[in-house]
């Protein structure tokens, strides 16, 4: 058997995008049968919330999405930049810290966003529940898209 894929979603503390994007990619690759497909993590580019869970505001969200695991954030390392097949990023800030920090990641990082169209995440940090509520619905489709990308459109389906 094949290794499985290794996809780490990452923004800047750990705590609303990242772990909302994370929850919505193995709660589609659960409704999928996929879970023994992937490996699926998310960090920060910075250490300020290191060791802390989730905002509360996108734990509310996620358990109402049926979306929610147990989190406590963590920053980005080398390791992570070497391990990983994909790391998805929220923002061009993002994109810019992990390529500069590290140089190994630049062929498989990209902005969660490019499987919409393009664009950024919103930061929910300084909004409200409605806010992560949004950013939620746009993580999931850009993750829902990811992995349609990654199984070919009419790709397995297997609940093996």
């Not at 993002?94 to 500069?100: I, K, P």
């Amino acid at each position: 058997m094949d290794r499985p894929v290794r996809v780490l979603f990452v923004c800047l503390g750990n705590i609303c995008r990242s772990p909302m994007a994370e929850g919505a990619f193995r709660k589609l690759i659960r409704e999928r049968g996929l879970e023994a497909r992937f490996e699926v993590d998310s960090a920060g580019t910075g250490a300020w919330h290191v060791g802390e869970p989730m905002d509360p505001r996108a734990r509310k969200v996620l358990e109402r999405e049926g979306a929610y695991f147990p989190h406590v954030a963590r920053q980005m390392t080398r390791e992570d930049a070497l391990y990983y097949d994909h790391i998805l990023v929220m923002d061009r800030e993002n994109l810019a810290e992990v390529q500069r920090r590290f140089p190994e990641a630049r062929g498989k990082v990209r902005l969660l966003l490019d499987y919409l169209g393009g664009g950024e995440v919103p930061d929910p940090y300084y909004g409200d529940l409605e806010d992560c509520q949004e950013v939620y619905w746009m993580v999931e489709a850009a993750a829902r898209a990811f992995l349609d990308r990654l199984l070919g459109e009419d790709g397995p389906q297997e609940t093996s």
